[in-house]
Nanobody, 124 residues
Framework: QVQLVESGGGLVQAGGSLRLSCAASGRTFTTNVMGWFRQAPGKEREFVAAITRTGGNTYNADSVKGRFTISRDDAKNTVDLQMNSLKPEDTAVYYC?????????????????WGQGTQVTVSS
């Protein structure tokens, strides 16, 4: 099973940017989709973005469209999330995960091999 480790979180002011990275170890990426999720205190984990193998197709949550961009490098076994124009409501722990299939999906149950998460805090 692949191990996923997120990095790049931190504290940023509203309107700022952060780039999250997810590195895999244990084995290389498969053909499965990779995704980013987030979970704010007291809330359920929610979908942020997903990307197919080779990055040919992506799918973003409406709340982040036009602001966040997901990318992946299968040669390096990394998946990144570029976050621009950050808002206080983006504050959460961000997780990357490997999907159970190659399809672009957004349900938590359709993903496996979760990382430990990285905290993103956006101040107003």
């Amino acid at each position: 099973q692949v191990q996923l480790v997120e990095s790049g979180g931190g504290l940023v002011q509203a309107g700022g940017s952060l780039r999250l990275s997810c590195a895999a170890s244990g084995r290389t990426f498969t053909t499965n989709v990779m995704g980013w999720f987030r979970q704010a205190p007291g809330k359920e984990r929610e979908f942020v973005a997903a990307i197919t193998r080779t990055g040919g197709n992506t799918y973003n949550a409406d709340s982040v469209k036009g602001r966040f961009t997901i990318s992946r490098d299968d040669a390096k076994n990394t998946v990144d999330l570029q976050m621009n124009s950050l808002k206080p409501e983006d504050t959460a722990v961000y997780y990357c995960a490997e999907g159970k299939s190659r399809f672009l999906v957004r349900e938590v149950a359709d993903y496996k091999s979760w990382g430990q998460g990285t905290q993103v805090t956006v101040s107003s």
